[in-house]
């Protein structure tokens, strides 16, 4: 705007003040910033290249945000508890396993996150957030300017507290309630599946990369292991192709990520404050809003049940895991008459009729799904629901299962850096994930366990 203020300005601020306002994510800012370096970028291109497959990459780019895959790696991979051992990991087996281990013990996590992005379109970008999570699901996120967000894992609600990009001088502040969620992927979850989804994608290329360099560093004057590797950068829009991540030796932690496209740093999140383990405030993951205030609500559709009503709920015995990988227990159960459509933008049939297990060790997570595969009105044509989306050309790897509910049937397994690890299936009637912090082998041990239960 020019700046002038004007009757006429003063009249069109507060008719647009009296709209309804979607709701605004914690990494709005970084994710903005993706969407105006595509925006810019699609302007030079042709008008070919403006087809309707092009318009998809488009919004595939606001969803592929450095930023939140960035944040994911902080959150996903910074609960790692204190080391008591005094022994120093000089190999990259050892630090693999430090870091992995180290996942599936950690209660409770609390730090800040800073994230500095500079891109030749867009320019630069920052953000600072505080954040809490517990091995419950449970999670609080804090960012300046009076913008909060509480997520409550049992309950399947999030609640936030957000400020409009467009009036960063403005007081006023937009209260949203969405209700019913999912504990997660492929279905609409949390905040938190954002973020981890996105670049959670580093620590599982961390951990997935084979025999990368590992360097003795001295990072804020502490000892520390430096990790570099690549990784193939998206086709569509080049986020990055190479990591550098510094492991704080005395405490496991991995502190300070570095990203880079062809030699240029592209990205930077650092971790301050971190602390294990440590007890919460009662209400550390309750937002109440203020007496009066207007509140944007929405349900996903979600219900937290007893794994022995589901049937009576959906109609179909659940698929049950009868065997799942150690320390790992049932967290959540929860169930959907409907649900939006899984897959690159939507692609597929509206769900229905949905079950999600959600099973938890630690910090590390993963869900087994089922869903009707036959839906009134729409073909029977099913992609991968867990699908990334435009640009990550990664091909599963196809097996037939050997054993329970699903024997005989052809599974698709992706395990790529960028995505959640996962298996999928089609039986005649359901169609099923298994998708989380699971090697290849656990993967296809759970899909092979499965049962009807009740």
């Known amino acids: 705007m020019s700046g002038i203020v004007t009757v006429r300005d003063e ?6 003040l009296e709209l309804e306002v979607p709701e605004h994510l914690p990494d709005f800012h970084a994710r903005l910033h993706y969407v105006l370096a595509e925006e810019q970028r699609l302007r030079l291109s042709d008008e070919r290249r403006r087809t309707r497959n092009r318009r998809r990459r488009i919004a595939w780019g606001v969803r592929v945000s450095a930023a939140g895959a960035l944040a994911a790696f902080a959150i996903v991979a910074l609960g790692l508890p204190h080391s008591n051992t005094g022994q120093r990991a000089t190999t990259w087996v050892e630090v693999r396993g430090r870091v992995a281990d180290s996942l599936a013990s950690a209660r409770t996590m609390t730090g800040e996150i800073a994230y500095h992005a500079r891109d030749p379109l867009a320019g630069s970008t920052s953000s600072h957030w505080s954040f809490g999570l517990t091995a419950q699901g449970d999670l609080r996120l804090r960012q300046g300017h009076g913008d909060d967000l509480a997520y409550d894992a049992q309950k399947g609600v999030e609640r936030s507290l957000n400020r409009s990009a467009a009036m960063a001088d403005d007081s006023t502040v937009f209260a949203v309630e969405r209700r019913g969620l999912a504990p997660g992927r492929p279905d609409p979850g949390p905040s938190d599946s954002i973020l981890q989804r996105d670049l959670g994608a580093v620590v ?18 502490r000892a520390a292991w430096r990790v570099e590797f690549a990784v193939a ?13 510094d492991v704080d030796e005395q405490t496991g932690l991995p502190v300070h990520v570095l990203a880079y496209l062809h030699g240029k740093l592209r990205s930077e999140v650092r971790v301050d404050k971190l602390a294990v383990d440590s007890k919460l405030a009662a209400d550390e993951f309750t937002l109440r809003f203020s007496r009066g205030q207007h509140v944007e609500r929405s349900d996903a559709g979600f219900r937290r049940v007893p794994l022995e009503d589901v049937a009576g709920t959906v109609g179909y015995a659940p698929l049950v895991p009868a065997t799942v990988p150690s320390g790992y227990r049932l967290a959540e159960v929860a169930v959907a008459l409907r649900s939006p459509p899984t897959g690159v933008e939507g692609a597929n049939p509206e769900s229905r009729r949905v079950v999600s297990l959600s099973y938890r060790r630690g910090l590390d997570q993963f869900i087994v799904t089922t869903r009707l595969r036959h839906v009134a009105g729409s073909p029977d044509r099913w992609s991968d629901p867990l699908a990334t989306g435009e640009g990550f050309r990664d091909e599963p790897e196809k097996i037939t299962l050997q ?11 992706l395990i790529v850096p960028r995505n959640i690890p996962h298996l999928w299936s089609l039986t005649d009637e359901l169609v099923v994930t298994v998708s989380g912090d699971l090697t290849r082998d656990e993967l296809v041990a759970v899909a092979q366990s499965l049962s009807e239960s009740g």
């Open 403 to 413: 054993g329970g509910a699903l024997a005989d049937l052809t599974a698709k397994i």
């Open 204 to 221: 599982r290329a961390m951990l997935a990369a084979k025999d990368p360099g590992v360097e003795e560093i001295s990072y804020q004057g």
């Open 11 to 16: 009249i069109l601020g507060a008719a647009l």
């Open 233 to 245: 950068p998206n086709s569509v829009y080049g986020d990055a192709d190479r990591f550098l991540v």
